[in-house]
C-alpha cells in the first residue's frame, strides 16, 4: 500500500549508476519522498534492499529496452509477478504502441529523446484505456544543453497536450542515474512549470497517479477489482453488497 | 543615496537552501554556475526577471533572493544546476520567505550538513 508522500518511479543505482541503493535511498529521503522505484534495466544483479526502510518505500522495478514489438510483450510477462513496477524506455513508435497497448506495462519512459517524442493522439487514447502511464523526465531538462534541451521541452509540452485531451495517467520522474542526478519534488514541479504544466497537475504526477500505479500492482488487502469496493458486509446473512466508490 | 518609497521598492522573495555535494563548494563557482544555467534556461531577459542573487553561502547551506512572482522559475533554474566546477551537486530548496531572517531563523537553523556517501540507513 502506498503512503501518502511524492513517489519517484524511475531512479537507477549500481550497476547501472555508480551510487549504492542506501546512497540513494538517504538522498530520497532527504529531498523529502515517501518511496522511490528502483529501475535497472536488469533486475537479476539488483540489490535484494526491498521494502521498507525506516518509513521509507523502495519498490522493485525493471526498465525494459526491447528491440523489437514483438519481443516485448514477453519480456513484460516474465516480470509482471516479479516486480512492482514496470517501466518501458520507449523510442520508436513500434515500440512505443507496443507499450501502449499491454495493460501490464505501468510507464512508458524516454520520450524525450529522438526529434520525434514518438507519441501521438492513437497512442495517447491507447494508454489511456490501459491506464499506462507517460513519464515526464525531467532529467533530461536538467542535463541536455542547448538545442536538445529545446527539443525535450517542445516534446513534453506536446506530450502534456495529449494528455489533458485524453486523461492519459502521467507521473514526474528524475529518471536518475546517479544519486545527484534526483530533485526534489518541488523542484520537478518547478521544472514541470517551464512546460506549462499547473501546480495541481505536477502534484497528482508526483503523488496520486504513483499511489494508483502502486496500489494496482500491489493490491491491498480486501482489493476487488478497478473501481470496486466492499461497502456493506453483512457476515450473518452472507449477504455481500458490491458498490462503485 | 536616496532610498526608494516602499511602493516602489521591488518585492522579494528569499529562498533558503542546502547544496548536497560530496566536496565542498565555493561561494565564486557556485555564483558563475547560477548565472550560467540561469542565462542558458531562461535566456537573458528571463534571468533579469528572476533577479537572483546569492546573498550568503556558507558550508553547504545559504539564501538566495529573487523577485517575488519569480519563485517557480528560481527554482527550475536551481534544479538545473547539476555541477559546479566539476562537483555533482543538488540544490535542495528548502523554503521560501519574505525576509533573510525569516528564511535563515524558520529553515536554515539546525540544519546539518548532509553528505550521501556518510548516510547510514
Given at each position: 500500500m502506498a503512503r501518502s508522500g511524492p513517489y519517484d518511479l524511475n531512479v537507477h543505482c549500481?550497476?547501472?549508476?555508480?551510487?549504492?541503493?542506501?546512497?540513494?535511498?538517504?538522498?530520497?529521503?532527504?529531498?523529502?519522498?515517501?518511496?522511490?522505484?528502483?529501475?535497472?534495466?536488469?533486475?537479476?544483479?539488483?540489490?535484494?534492499?526491498?521494502?521498507?526502510?525506516?518509513?521509507?518505500?523502495?519498490?522493485?522495478?525493471?526498465?525494459?529496452?526491447?528491440?523489437?514489438?514483438?519481443?516485448?510483450?514477453?519480456?513484460?510477462?516474465?516480470?509482471?509477478?516479479?516486480?512492482?513496477?514496470?517501466?518501458?524506455?520507449?523510442?520508436?513508435?513500434?515500440?512505443?504502441?507496443?507499450?501502449?497497448?499491454?495493460?501490464?506495462?505501468?510507464?512508458?519512459?524516454?520520450?524525450?529523446?529522438?526529434?520525434?517524442?514518438?507519441?501521438?493522439?492513437?497512442?495517447?487514447?491507447?494508454?489511456?484505456?490501459?491506464?499506462?502511464?507517460?513519464?515526464?523526465?525531467?532529467?533530461?531538462?536538467?542535463?541536455?544543453?542547448?538545442?536538445?534541451?529545446?527539443?525535450?521541452?517542445?516534446?513534453?509540452?506536446?506530450?502534456?497536450?495529449?494528455?489533458?485531451?485524453?486523461?492519459?495517467?502521467?507521473?514526474?520522474?528524475?529518471?536518475?542515474?546517479?544519486?545527484?542526478?534526483?530533485?526534489?519534488?518541488?523542484?520537478?514541479?518547478?521544472?514541470?512549470?517551464?512546460?506549462?504544466?499547473?501546480?495541481?497537475?505536477?502534484?497528482?504526477?508526483?503523488?496520486?497517479?504513483p499511489h494508483s500505479i502502486i496500489a494496482r500492482s500491489r493490491p491491498p488487502a480486501g482489493y476487488i477489482s478497478e473501481g470496486v469496493q466492499l461497502v456493506y458486509n453483512e457476515a450473518d446473512t452472507g449477504n455481500i453488497d458490491e458498490g462503485d466508490c | 543615496m536616496k532610498l526608494l518609497p516602499p511602493t516602489l521598492r521591488t518585492r522579494t522573495r528569499y529562498l533558503a537552501f542546502e547544496a548536497i555535494s560530496q566536496d565542498p563548494l565555493r561561494r565564486e563557482d557556485l555564483i558563475r554556475e547560477l548565472f550560467s544555467s540561469a542565462g542558458s534556461l531562461l535566456g537573458d531577459v528571463g534571468a533579469s526577471e528572476c533577479a537572483i542573487r546569492l546573498l550568503a553561502f556558507e558550508g553547504s547551506t545559504g539564501v538566495i533572493r529573487c523577485a517575488h512572482d519569480r519563485t517557480d522559475r528560481t527554482r527550475a533554474v536551481l534544479a538545473s544546476i547539476s555541477t559546479v566546477k566539476g562537483t555533482r551537486v543538488i540544490i535542495h530548496v528548502l523554503g521560501i520567505s519574505g525576509t533573510v531572517r525569516g528564511a535563515t531563523i524558520k529553515y536554515l537553523a539546525g540544519v546539518d550538513v548532509f553528505n550521501p556517501k556518510d548516510s547510514h540507513i
Open positions: 549500481i550497476p547501472e549508476s555508480g551510487n549504492t541503493i542506501e546512497e540513494v535511498v538517504a538522498v530520497a529521503m532527504r529531498l523529502g519522498y515517501s518511496g522511490i522505484a528502483i529501475t535497472n534495466p536488469d533486475t537479476m544483479k539488483q540489490l535484494p534492499l526491498s521494502g521498507n526502510v525506516e518509513g521509507f518505500h523502495i519498490l522493485s522495478g525493471v526498465e525494459i529496452r526491447a528491440d523489437n514489438a514483438s519481443k516485448l510483450h514477453g519480456i513484460v510477462g516474465k516480470y509482471r509477478n516479479k516486480v512492482d513496477i514496470i517501466a518501458v524506455s520507449g523510442g520508436s513508435e513500434s515500440i512505443n504502441r507496443a507499450a501502449v497497448e499491454n495493460p501490464g506495462v505501468d510507464l512508458l519512459l524516454n520520450l524525450n529523446i529522438a526529434q520525434d517524442s514518438g507519441f501521438n493522439h492513437v497512442l495517447a487514447k491507447e494508454a489511456s484505456e490501459n491506464r499506462v502511464a507517460i513519464s515526464f523526465d525531467l532529467g533530461d531538462l536538467i542535463h541536455l544543453k542547448g538545442g536538445s534541451r529545446v527539443q525535450a521541452v517542445t516534446n513534453c509540452r506536446k506530450n502534456l497536450l495529449l494528455i489533458r485531451k485524453y486523461n492519459v495517467p502521467y507521473v514526474l520522474t528524475s529518471n536518475a542515474r546517479s544519486c545527484f542526478d534526483m530533485r526534489a519534488p518541488r523542484e520537478l514541479a518547478a521544472l514541470a512549470a517551464l512546460v506549462g504544466m499547473s501546480g495541481e497537475e505536477a502534484m497528482a504526477g508526483l503523488t496520486t497517479i | -
